[in-house]
């Protein structure tokens, strides 16, 4: 009996933690709402509306649930089409707060007339108040505030501080603001004792029924867009004879613009290259289109790139047609494509640029993506043509499997061009401190993708990658690459591997002072060329402060090459960097870089010292407040010591300046001007001393045309009494007539007598239609938002309904009556985890502060019964044990039950 008992009483306690309506049998809601209120804070709202809705589906006037499906609503809206099918829910709309109803005394138990309930939060709430009267959680408006008040307060505790603020304003006040959107919990300590009070931070208030509404989404404007890009290139040993060697002239133009069908683009470009000239790109498409029930879709014309890449194909500039598009609710999209190489955007000028290439790729490339950890993608292609290779295949096949298995991720890679594979097998492990991935992969000596030479053909091996950040201060990078060549193997041993390593370590000694080290390894004696090159770094960045802020730098390197193939290729090298620059006044910088290295050749053992410095300044800003902006750099490098045949050194010492020049008045026009000079002389006897200038002009210019295409559709759908509350019209449900409908902000109608209403020749597109909520009858919430958004498709008709419900109700506090008046007292305080039931079995718990709901109670009579037995032992009722009660439609009554505690 002692353990049965000790059972019931660990029962009661943990209902009694709870901060809000627990119905006794169940406490799944709370968890699921725990599970949405993680999803909502990290802005993942599909996942959190979905935890919500299965707490509705247990317990269907769950109050945070119904709170939470609110703001979601609010994020994101959207039209209800005929085919919808809604999840049974209940969302509470905005509008709800305009018919709460009066509340009688306990005494009188009569029902509440309706009365809308004035808005915004009260200047000063006491915590007695708060716990008796208002529901929870408190919506607090991001940017209110409110006092809450109590008796002195030692101290609080915030759950989430990223959605509340609070502040003491003296030994009993506090004072909340809202920051943010979401659930949390204030915890406060007073003479009472520990008290929480929940808030759901909430969007800003809307001021009036008219911001309710929504402005219409008009299709954007035709632009058309033109670009001018010139080059030319001077050089000589003087500036009286220089002679050009580079030069173009290039003219763009292109229109866009939304359609009824999607967004269209077009471009194309006339490139002059000295005497030849011709239209070497050009492209028209349209994204994101839509045909009757064909959405989503994109088609591009003439140039185009298709959007992946893989073992097969790894990317090609065509001339033909795509189309892309999603299928299976997005699940499964889908890429088909052909077209006739061309050899690169730009395109090739020259004599015989008119002739075009026969050589032809289409291809079908499938993306299924079943799962969200999981996506697997398909890639059919197909070459040919006379002037392709003849080494390659006319078909090649690719296939991708993607799996993730948090924190672990998959992915294989095969690749066939009907003779040969290619395989490819990487995983990822991903940690907060450290990412470890590994790729096997083994290619075919003779793989070929569909174009030509396949990316390390030939290859057999494992690459391994490390980040690791022990601290914050430390963060390591490394590199392992092992691998067999069999195209080009060592002709001593074709077995033999090659390895690649790098390992980089960087450390934050103190907030302006970095140390870093490396070493990198490149061992490839399994190749036909074989040598053995390795380095070591180290080094350090600082900023510090005399008279101006100076970054500075200093590196050291030790650098060996061994050439097996080459001997007279080997060296060691000493190598010393180091630089400073500082801010010499407003956006003007001087820099200094210098380079020394000790460099020994191996091979014949001469040593030299090949050393060089930079200096300069350079500058770039706006030019005051004018719409000019500049670019200025001067710069003087002097090399010396250069003689050597594996000098790193270009053997030139020059004098450079540049100067850029750009006006840009608004957005969407440039016009720029650009001079490159250089005075090149000889510091080694292989070069020649000369001049070099580069020019460049040109102007980017968007034009709005003003002109619009709209699609022209039109809206049609009910008001209706929603019986089943799933916000879908049935046969049997009614319409609710002389309801008005807002369409944008300018033009609204009123229902028929069935509920019906039809806007003709909505030009948008996206439209929003609105309920006004002081046309609903009294008594009546909605089932579904206040306002559906509706993607218009020219020539089509879109339904959109709205369900309304009548919301009826009966609550009430069960306290202990100190006073014996029989109504609840600023001292008197609720008793928790007392069980109420009506004549159909259905119960509810009073809360931590005494409080119950039926939320949903129907229209008509009723019996309220108290369950002695949930009773603590020291109380027993002061009022009949039932209550028969009358509840009107779309009414709310309030039911108190005094209870009296039992003296000792």
């Not at 008219?210 to 001077?234: H, P, V």
């Not at 907030?511 to 040598?531: D, I, M, V």
């Not at 440039?670 to 200038?693: H, K, Q």
């Not at 709209?710 to 002389?738: H, R, S, T, W």
């Amino acid at each position: 009996m002692l353990k049965k008992i000790l059972c019931f009483s660990l029962v009661f306690i943990l209902l009694g933690i709870q901060g809000y309506p627990l119905y006794g049998y169940n406490e799944i809601p709370q968890y699921l709402c725990e599970y949405g209120r993680q999803f909502f804070q990290a802005g993942m709202y599909e996942e959190a509306l979905f935890e919500f809705r299965k707490a509705l589906l247990i317990q269907s006037d769950y109050e945070p649930a119904l709170r939470y499906i609110r703001l979601l609503e609010q994020i994101k809206t959207e039209g209800v089409s005929a085919q919808s099918r809604l999840e049974k829910e209940v969302i509470v709309s905005r509008e709800l707060e305009r018919f709460e109803k009066k509340i009688s005394s306990a005494a009188s138990g009569t029902a509440a007339i309706p009365e809308a309930k004035k808005k915004g939060l009260p200047a000063v709430l006491g915590i007695d108040e708060y716990a008796r009267d208002i529901a929870q959680p408190l919506e607090i408006p991001e940017g209110e505030s409110l006092i809450l008040a109590g008796r002195n307060i030692r101290k609080f505790l915030v759950t989430q501080p990223e959605i509340i603020t609070v502040e003491r304003k003296g030994p009993d006040e506090l004072m909340v603001t809202g920051k943010d959107i979401g659930y949390v919990s204030l915890h406060i300590w007073d003479d009472k004792g520990r008290r929480t009070v929940e808030f759901l931070g909430v969007f800003p208030r809307l001021i009036g029924e008219e911001a309710l509404l929504r402005d219409m989404e008009k299709a954007g404007n035709f632009k058309l867009r033109y670009t001018l890009d010139w080059s030319t290139f001077e050089t000589g040993s003087n500036v009286q004879n220089f002679r050009r060697t580079s030069y173009f002239l290039k003219h763009g133009i292109g229109l866009e613009g939304d359609t009824p069908y999607g967004k269209f683009d077009s471009f194309a470009v006339l490139s002059r290259l000295r005497k030849s000239a011709d239209f070497t790109y050009y492209t028209l498409g349209l994204s994101g289109g839509q045909l009757g029930r064909f959405k989503g879709f994109s088609l591009r014309g003439f140039d185009f790139n298709p959007p992946f890449s893989n073992l097969a194909f790894s990317g090609a500039a065509l001339r033909g047609i795509q189309l892309q598009s999603p299928v299976s609710n997005n699940k499964l999209d889908y890429t088909v494509f052909s077209g006739r190489e061309r050899g690169g955007v730009i395109g090739a000028l020259s004599a015989d640029s008119a002739k075009e290439q026969d050589s032809f790729i289409e291809g079908v490339n499938l993306n299924y993506a079943p799962l969200k950890n999981q996506s697997y993608k398909l890639t059919l292609l197909h070459g040919y043509g006379s002037d392709r290779l003849s080494t390659l295949h006319p078909f090649a096949y690719d296939f991708i499997g993607r799996i993730n298995f948090k924190p672990i991720n998959f992915v294989y890679e095969i690749a066939n061009d009907t003779e040969r594979f290619a395989h490819l097998f990487k995983t990822t492990l991903r940690q907060p401190k450290f990412n470890l991935s590994a790729e096997f992969r083994d290619i075919d000596k003779n793989f070929t993708t569909i174009r030509g030479t396949a990316s390390r053909q030939g290859e057999i091996g494992t690459l391994l990658n490390l980040n690791y950040a022990p601290t914050q201060k430390l963060g390591i990078q490394s590199s392992l690459d092992i691998y067999q060549d069999s195209l080009n193997p060592a002709k001593d041993n074709d077995t033999r591997l090659n390895e690649d390593f790098s390992w980089d370590a960087n450390y934050r000694l103190e907030p302006q002072t970095y140390l870093r080290l490396s070493y990198a390894l490149q061992n490839q004696l399994g190749r036909l060329a074989q040598f053995r090159y390795q380095s070591f770094g180290s080094g350090i960045y600082r900023k510090f402060k005399f008279i101006k802020d100076i970054d500075t730098y200093l590196n050291y390197y030790h650098q060996e090459n061994k050439n097996f193939s080459s001997p007279a290729s080997d060296y060691l090298n000493e190598k010393i960097t180091l630089g400073l620059r500082f801010r010499l006044l407003g956006d003007l910088y001087y820099y200094f870089n210098k380079d020394i290295n000790w460099f020994e050749e191996r091979f014949n053992g001469a040593h030299t010292m090949p050393h060089a410095y930079e200096t300069g300044l350079d500058w770039s800003s706006p030019i005051g407040l004018s719409p000019l902006a500049g670019v200025f750099r001067f710069s003087f490098r002097d090399e010396e010591d250069t003689v050597s045949n594996l000098s790193f050194f270009s053997g030139e010492d020059y004098i450079e300046n540049y100067l850029e020049l750009a006006y840009r008045p608004r957005e969407g026009m440039e016009l720029y001007a650009s001079c490159r000079f250089r005075n090149i002389w000889a510091e080694n006897p292989r070069v020649n001393a000369r001049m070099e200038a580069t020019f460049n002009a040109g102007m980017r210019y968007l034009w709005d045309t003003g002109i619009r295409w709209e699609a022209i559709g039109a809206i049609e759908g009910y008001v209706f009494n929603d019986y089943n509350q799933n916000g879908l019209k049935e046969a049997y449900e009614p319409g609710m007539p002389e309801v008005k409908l807002w369409l944008g902000k300018a033009k609204f109608i009123n229902t028929d007598a069935s509920g019906y209403y039809k806007f003709s020749k909505v030009k948008a597109r996206k439209a929003s239609v609105s309920i006004d909520s002081k046309t609903i009858p009294p008594g009546y919430i909605l089932t579904f938002g206040p306002t559906q958004e509706v993607k218009m498709a020219h020539g089509q008709l879109s339904r959109v309904d709205f369900g309304l419900t009548n919301h009826s109700e009966i609550s009430g506090i069960v306290f202990e009556d100190i006073d014996g008046n029989g109504k609840v007292g600023q001292k008197e305080s609720g008793v928790k985890g007392v069980i109420i039931t009506l004549e159909d079995g259905t119960k509810a718990v009073t809360d931590d502060s005494g409080r119950y709901f039926f939320r949903k109670a129907e229209a008509g009579k009723h019996m309220v019964t108290l369950d002695i037995n949930s009773l603590p032992a020291a109380y027993f009722p002061a009022v009949p044990l039932y209550k028969e009660i009358e509840l009107g439609e779309g009414m709310s009554f309030k039911y108190d039950i005094p209870l009296k505690k039992a003296e000792k």
